[in-house]
């Protein structure tokens, strides 16, 4: 499948800075189009809270951390609805401190949900694959190396799963191609890619369905028999959305890395003992000072200049066991502007 450049990125992407209230707070996104968000990230920036994830298939007031392997809560004061261009936040102090900093980093999805019975296992799926991102909601069959249809056209670069009633073993499990089936990657902790198990069933993902479930019964952390799971899978979509991998050359003058787009969140992981890392296009919003915060971890946000954001990638700006040792690194972006629409007009760097 031929792929088709995004020419406007906001209409399924966009970072939104806030400050909060303490009361009731209609929170409206900054683009020029109107956006309903379905799937929303949240932050404090200013206090050691913890990532909160939303989506609209569990529903408002639900959420999972990302920093750890708690179980799904659920809190009539946090994101109280997902609106027509952005979100209601209710009084929760973790998001809605008078004063205090926050950011939102908001994907469109899909407001409906179909079954997608195209695998082994039946899952509810919210997808757009415009912007090659799907939601699945399922519930584990307790069996090896089980399919699920994702409902995208295009097999998912990557793939994130968090079992949302238990915890132990139930931690953010995570594919990327360039890393393959033969390991995972853990979100809420600081590990590098642990081969020791296969939780997604040694199986890459096809054009319609993804695997979970070790190839032994040894892990249940994405297949759990009877219990509910939740699934973000993303496909690359020229001028939008890319996944890779960089190999860290431990200098000063770090790597480029080539996106095709002006970036809005990269997230970058080496394959090391250090934190995951989060930068976008609002804080603080140009280049040399892009700030730093980490998933996998409840701290305030970091003000070191890692990282340049250009009209066709980013780049790393320094030596750091984060973003540039002699090791591999995996990223995620996803992009405020195409370098080229399809029109053939470029996008200016910052």
Known sequence: MAYTTIDNPELYFQVKLYTGTGSELAVTLDGDENMQPDFVWAKNRDQAEGHRIFDSVRGATKFLMSNNTDTESTAAQTLKSFDSDGVTIGTDADMNTSSEKNVLWCWKVNSSTASNSNGDITATVAANDTAGISIMSYTGNGSDA??????????????????????????????????????????ANEEGFDTSTTVFGNTVPTSSVLYVGATSSTDSSTNKVSENFICYAFRPIQGFSKFGEYNGNAATDGNFIWLGFRPALVIIKGDNSEHWSMYDNKREGYNVDNDVLYPDDTDAEGSSDDIDFLSNGFKIRRQTGLLNDNEDYIYMAWAESPLVNSKGVPCNAR
Do not use: C, E, N, T
Not at 166 to 186: E, P, T, V
């Open 146 to 187: 089980q399919s699920i249809g994702h409902s995208l056209s295009v097999k998912p670069y990557v793939y994130l799963i968090k079992a949302r009633g238990y915890s132990s073993g139930g931690g953010w499990q995570m594919f990327h191609q360039d890393s393959g089936a033969g390991g995972r990657w853990q979100l």
